[in-house]
């Protein structure tokens, strides 16, 4: 890890403002807008007497994951490669892993960042309770977020040009806020279809952040899922990563 | 003089058509060495394995001693390199990209000076996207050399930049190579290949055609002297063809254009002497680079 090159990107992502609305602003912006809602402020049954607006909190905060993940990650390495960037760098004393890895940290800092945002804005705002088991959750969060740069990665490994990046992103997208339990939590979902959901790795997540939030442990079978997408992902990335 | 960059029979294919085919040159410390070529020639693809982003199919590289692609991070400390096409982030301003290559290295140059030197003062603030052409390739040039590199390999150092600039970065390269510096240079202008380079290497269909000093290759190539006028009467053509040394005859509107040696000037003056014949507005002029290059790659060409 350089820390000029670290230092760099997260210059340069400060000035993308779409990248900096959609992963920063916008998971707490609709948390915000649905909050509004006054159904969403009683408490639901069907939720084990949550309220709508409980739920979303942790969606809102994989939403952040997702777009970083999906989204700004491999429009900004599929990028620098495609411009000749990181074959640039390889003309230098720092490889371009350098530029690869910094990405992933500016990625992944920006997200927990957003993350955090949901949680405070749903706390202050909403009377949204913080994770009773703040250690379970953390480490959920964590282990979501390395999936959804690792699944970045492999979406960057995948494209050879930003516009393919781009359409491979948006059809990992929907899928993925659907699994997030964006449409339907997941706890609500059928029990087959939530078998199944759980299997992904937002799906897992989503799971996991739930039960955190609960002040249970997360569940070392959400974990492990997590975990395992986590290394499969990664390894597809080391595998198939192309510097030009 | 040690020799700083050495190829021996390097060779690269690309879809089984050999694009290097069995360069051999020796690059010695201090020199300004150039590559010409027409386009598609393998200059880049050459230069290229030295700076080892690209790894050879055949024969050896080595720069100082190390191999470009086995030994990437030392051979990475000690040269500096322009790229014929590359790009930065185009959102980083010029001195961002200056601050952030030049703390990639140990003993890095001072960047304001060198941003001078290379018009690029007024242009600190500017995002890369913003540039105009001359002004990236500009800014490349400064990346090359802001490492103090003891190697620098420059493709195409100045196309793209106006007549001044273009000067300009002639005097830079100069300085650069007095204090040292070897320099690998592929260009497609004469006069920069002229006035800056010790030896060229004409590079054809992936081979070298030709190696010398830029006036051994004037010398060297068929037609080196030029000889041009209006015969005050009909000339015969066969004396003309009997020439010594005769590279080509041209006529047209009763001029007539001789390329050769100075063995065939002296033979056309005792022809005209011999007939009585006065040339009127006669020129004798030395080929350029330019004539020389384009002998030495005539095939390629038709
Ligand atoms: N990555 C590649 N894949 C396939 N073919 C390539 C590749 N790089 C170069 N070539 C081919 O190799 C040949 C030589 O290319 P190269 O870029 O070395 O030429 P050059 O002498 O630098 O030409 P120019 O003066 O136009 O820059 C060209 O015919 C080109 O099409
Ligand atoms: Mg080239």
Redesign the interface.
Known sequence: MNTAVLRTEFRLFRREPGAVFWVFLFPTLLLVILGSIPSFREADKSLGGLRPVDAYVPIAVLIALIMSGVQTLPQALTGHRERGILRRMRLTPVRPSALLSAQMVVQGTVALGSALLALLVGRLAFDVRLPKQPGGYLLALLLAAAAALALGSVVSSLSRTTKIAGAIGSAVFFPMLFCAGVWIPVREMPHAMARVVQLTPFGAAARALDRAAAGQWPGWEHLGVLALWTVLLTAGAARWFRWE | MPTVIEMTDLRKSYGGRAVVDGVSLAVEEGEIFGILGPNGAGKTTTVECV???RVPDGGRVRVTGLDPVAD??KV??V???Q?Q????????TVR?AL???A????SPLDWAPLAERLGLTGKLATRFGKLSGGQKQRLFIA?ALI?NPRVVVLDELTTGLDPRARRDTWKLIEDVRDRGVTVLLVTHFMEEAQRLCDRIAVIDKGRVAALDTPAGLIRRSAGATVITFTPSAPLDDHDLAALPALAAIERKDGRITLSGTDETVNAVITLLARNRITAHQLRVVDATLDDAFLDLTKEEAA
């Open positions: 700076e080892g982003l990437h991070d990475a400390r040269l500096g390199a790229l096409e590359s790009e930065l982030q185009p959102k980083l961002e601050e952030l290559y703390s990639f290295y140990p990346l490492g």
